[in-house]
């Protein structure tokens, strides 16, 4: 296959892997539970771990992370050089695998905030960035116990990191679009920050 034809085929796969619901199937494989109707009511990682253990929680993660590692790096692999035009390509197929978890098919076009996807996009690249996010993470949630602020510092930070590291503008820029999808799908938790009663992380049950 010629190298759009490979995109167009990367471009869908991602769409439709990225929209199975791991954290809706896992809760409900486990404690037949609705997750869509518990907690935060998110479908991601976190609102798992909380409603169904920690353990499910980072099954849940990982299994959201391979939702954009996956594609992209079949696509890092089938087309071939890193290009500016590949890494372009490459980086239109992880925003796709981001609007499939985000807006899920299979879920009515609903799903979880996207920042574990966002993780395993940008680790194709080069994991630098994804090591320098994660210790704005830790240390933002370390210091004040909030996921989502964590999470909303940690890929505001991924464009500024793929800008020093050289990469493309196309890239940076949909880098910045993703980040933004994401912050946009943190809305209430940011009305909540801002208000002051946004749920802070606690021990959580390890079963």
Known sequence: MDTWTVFIVLLIAAY??????????????????????????????TNVAREVGLKWGIITFLADTLKGFIPVAFAHYLLGASTEINEALKGMIGLSALLGHQFS????????????TCLGVFWV??????????IIFIIVVSLWMYISLGS???????????????HSAFLILLSLIISLLII????????????GNERRWQKVKLH
């Open 184 to 195: 946009f799908q943190h809305k209430e938790n940011i009305q909540r920050l801002i208000q």
């Open 16 to 45: 439709l892997l990225a929209s199975i619901p791991f954290g809706l199937l896992v809760s409900q494989k486990v404690l037949r539970l609705d997750i869509t109707k518990a907690g935060s009511r998110n479908i991601g990682a």
């Open 105 to 116: 098919f299979y879920n009515r076009f609903k799903g979880g905030k996207g920042v574990a």
């Open 152 to 166: 909303i510092l940690a890929v505001l930070t991924m464009p500024i990191w793929l800008y020093l590291m050289g």
């Open 125 to 134: 690249f080069h994991q630098f960035h994804v090591y320098f996010s994660g």
